[in-house]
């Protein structure tokens, strides 16, 4: 049974510090992997999608990469602002299934 | 573009009560459908998907249930609301099943 573990749960950081989300899977074997950001009593926003045979993905500040061999996935932020301050939650999708299996998310507090 | 609209945004519902929650995407076709549910201190936990209408794939034993009267509406419904139904709901959809979900808005239920 795939498992999803976001380390750490909280985070607290001044402005202009570069930032990296952990994101640890249990099983390999997986499609893709999402990260996603929710801002409090909000929806979740796609941030990046990483396929399997990618290594990673890059959106202005955020980088994503993913080491399948090791069930890990990181989530580098760069020059953070206040603006980022959300939960980060990431996600990953097996072989032959719509289902997504989310970890419990890093709440990310950036202050001035 | 591809907007998905959910309603209501927040409700309080005393136990036993029915429930109607609502979920409509614009702006594409066929989609893959979603319902998660958020509850405090719990990852998202993904409750029913569809491929299309009137396919409806549940992925846990509950008191609810889902349909897709139409092609790009969704709706989660309970005849019989309890206490541990609480939580923030959220609808999602995909192009393919695939790849990136994008999610709505959410609605907070709070049952009494």
Redesign the interface.
Known sequence: KQEVTQIPAALSVPEGENLVLNCSFTDSAIYNLQWFRQDPGKGLTSLLLIQSSQREQTSGRLNASLDKSSGRSTLYIAASQPGDSATYLCAVRGYNTDKLIFGTGTRLQVFP | SQTIH?WPATLVQPVGSPLSLECTVEGTSNP?L?WYRQAAG???Q?LF?S?GIGQISS?VPQNLSASRPQDRQFILSSKKLLLSDSG?Y?C?W?ED??????????T?LTVT
């Open positions: 959910q893959n979603y719990r990852g998202l993904l998907y491929v992925e923030f959220l999602a995909s099943g695939i790849n990136e979900q994008y999610f709505g808005p959410g907070r």
